[in-house]
């Protein structure tokens, strides 16, 4: 009995896996769409001034340790994109595990914590994103430094904390909010310990702040945007019906699919939640998350799947807790049901995550017809200076859709030199120049 219990984390762990990979493996690394041309362009460490410059440079955003796994992945598949998206399901599930962690440092057992893990993993919104689209990694980069600062937190290590609270910060901004969210936490902590409030939090959390400082300093040293001076798809907004609008939007997407999960279980297990010591604290340490995570994104106009990944972990946290205490008080009987709906849902739900994941994958795969097309016309006209691109924006596999802005990038990254690229949205381009022409989602060079 002891080695079957023993087994079982393992047991779910695998099987989470494998659900994972099944629906992400068919449709990771298949292009570079907008903003990737940009990270794998610029990131192409060739000399150690390079090296010395992953630290301070930026294009509008500060990111140094995203561009960090970017010039590693340029520097082992170069410009073969199955490898960059091999690098995001590899972030997805070190992801899934560090929550996991977190979980286990609330009190969780690990098997139900391997339940929270899936709960956030196998959420619609926000993950396909994410792993899918390479860019998203940021996303994914700024869940697994923070989870660890949490679980640091929680566990009593504040060098810990303040070291993944830096790397964190300098994944992605909305982790400046981490000081803040951590005192919260260790606030809430504290009644755990017969250390005063304040000594306690001020124990665990001062690296957390200096790390802000720290990252402050860095920044400043850096061309990146701040709210004063954001382009208008970052500029923050104030109006109260915007504000709303994203309450909405980004409620629903962090904490519907926990909330189903929730109702799923108790209907199998016919018993109704109840509010308990140990749920009330993981309500409270789950607002304190949410509102923190949330603080920021909820001003930005520019409404992203991506800003629900990371607060998606408070509600996974309070649905953990609610299964333990469903598990805690059923019957074996009901223990079977529950394994059963939990292993055999996801598998029947599978063609609704491939259907969900179409949308990057078509895009993805026009940029690297786009990119073999470019390609050829340099190999066949090496003198050629400029590329006139006929787009066919009748469907969404467009370069409109694939590139936005961000065309001329791309041909860069593509030809390994500057090639003007003009867009004809009419019938004929200049003469003289070679033409890419898309039509019905179809490439052809002339």
Same mark, same amino acid.
């Given at each position: ?43 192409? #460490? ?26 590693? +992945? ?30 286990? $440092? ?6 139900? =914590? ?28 700024? @869940? ?9 937190? #929680?566990?009593?290590?504040? %060098? ?41 939090? #001020? ?28 382009? +208008? ?24 699919? $926990? ?28 607002? *304190? ?10 001003? @930005?106009?520019?409404? $992203? ?6 607060? $998606? ?20 009987? %009901? ?19 491939? !259907? ?6 078509? *895009?993805?795969?026009? !940029? !690297? ?13 090496? +003198? ?15 370069? =409109? ?9 791309? @041909? ?5 030199? +500057? ?23 179809? *490439?052809?060079?002339?």
């Amino acid at each position: 009995m002891t080695a079957r219990r023993a087994a079982t984390p393992l047991v779910a762990a695998l099987v989470l896996l494998t659900i994972l990979t099944a629906i992400y493996g068919p449709g990771i690394g298949k292009g570079f769409v907008k903003d990737d041309v940009v990270w794998v362009g610029a990131n192409h #460490v060739t000399s150690w001034n390079d090296v010395h410059a992953l630290l301070f440079r930026t294009d509008g955003f500060y990111r140094p340790v995203v561009a960090t796994t970017f010039a590693l +992945d340029r520097a082992a598949y170069g410009l073969e994109p199955f490898g960059f998206g091999v690098t995001n399901l590899i972030l997805l599930l070190i992801g899934a595990a560090a929550l996991a962690y977190l979980a286990t $440092s609330l009190g969780l057992p690990v098997t139900t =914590a391997i339940a929270v893990a899936g709960v956030w993993a196998l959420n619609f919104h926000a993950v396909n994103m994410a792993v899918l689209w390479l860019s998203g990694r940021t996303a994914l980069c700024v @869940v697994i430094a923070t989870l660890l600062a949490a679980a640091a937190v #929680v566990r009593g290590r504040p %060098v810990v904390a303040g070291t993944a609270a830096l790397v964190a910060m300098l994944a992605k901004e909305e982790a400046v909010m981490l000081p803040f969210i951590l005192s919260g936490w260790a606030w809430v902590l504290a009644e755990e310990s017969s250390e005063s409030h304040t000594a306690r939090i #001020v124990r665990l959390t001062w690296p957390t702040w200096l790390a802000l400082a720290i990252y402050f300093a860095l920044r400043a040293q850096t061309a990146a945007m701040t709210p004063m001076n954001a382009t +208008d798809a970052y500029r923050f907004v104030l109006s109260p019906g915007a504000l709303m609008g994203n309450a909405l939007e980004y409620l629903d997407r962090a904490c519907t699919f $926990s909330a189903i999960v929730v109702i799923v279980a108790h209907l199998i297990a016919w018993r109704r939640p109840a509010i308990t010591p140990a749920i009330t604290r993981v309500l409270l340490l789950a607002a *304190i998350w949410f509102a923190g995570t949330f603080a920021l994104t909820i001003f @930005v106009p520019n409404r $992203s799947s991506l800003y629900a990944l990371l607060p $998606s972990v408070a509600p996974a946290l309070v649905t953990g807790f609610l299964l333990q205490q469903l598990w805690d008080g059923s019957a074996r009987a %009901v223990h079977r049901r529950l394994v059963t709906a939990a292993v055999i849902l996801p598998i029947l739900l599978l063609p609704v995550y491939w !259907s969900r994941n179409v949308r990057w994958v078509e *895009i993805a795969e026009l !940029s !690297s017809e786009t990119f073999a097309a470019i390609q050829r016309v340099v190999g066949e006209r090496p +003198d050629a200076d400029r590329i006139v691109f006929h787009d066919d924006r009748s469907t969404r596999r467009s370069f =409109a859709n694939a590139y936005d802005q961000l065309l001329p990038e791309a @041909v860069r990254l593509a030809a390994g030199r +500057d090639i003007h690229a003009e867009i004809d949205t009419g019938q004929t381009g200049r003469s003289g120049a070679p033409r890419i022409v898309l039509e019905n989602g179809r *490439i052809r060079v002339d």
